[in-house]
Nanobody, 131 residues
Framework: QVQLVESGGGSVQTGGSLRLSCAASGFTYSMYCMAWFRQAPGKEREGVARIDDDGSTAYADSVKGRFTISRDNGKNTLYLQMNSLTPEDTAMYYC?????????????????????????WGQGTQVTVSS
């Protein structure tokens, strides 16, 4: 049974930091591209960052230099270190997984955001940043 369980969300003030985690089980984690997406109220889901099975990373322009995605294949866990948070980062954050050979982890990976039928998705963790 595939599971992606996010944790680490919460409420912080502008300029604060949070570290999200996503514990994966039920599939061969090391062979999968992993990503973080987020959805703010009234907005479409958007890609935040992704890390391929070879460790290569990509980020949305809005989070470059502030967020860092990483993975621990020994612990089957995905991380998102978020620094210098602003109210614009307030959203539900989701982790997702897709097989590394699927093609969804390419340069156009952000199109994955609105395809809940692609790969596996977690239930999300809420991040709220107050001014």
């Amino acid at each position: 049974q595939v599971q992606l369980v996010e944790s680490g969300g919460g409420s912080v003030q502008t300029g604060g930091s949070l570290r999200l985690s996503c514990a994966a089980s039920g599939f061969t984690y090391s062979m999968y591209c992993m990503a973080w997406f987020r959805q703010a109220p009234g907005k479409e889901r958007e890609g935040v960052a992704r890390i391929d099975d070879d460790g290569s990373t990509a980020y949305a322009d809005s989070v470059k230099g502030r967020f860092t995605i990483s993975r621990d294949n020994g612990k089957n866990t995905l991380y998102l270190q978020m620094n210098s948070l602003t109210p614009e980062d307030t959203a539900m954050y989701y982790c997702a997984a897709v097989h590394g050979v699927s093609g969804w982890c390419s340069a156009s990976w952000t199109r994955w955001a609105n395809r809940p039928d692609v790969g596996y998705w977690g239930q999300g963790t809420q991040v709220t940043v107050s001014s």
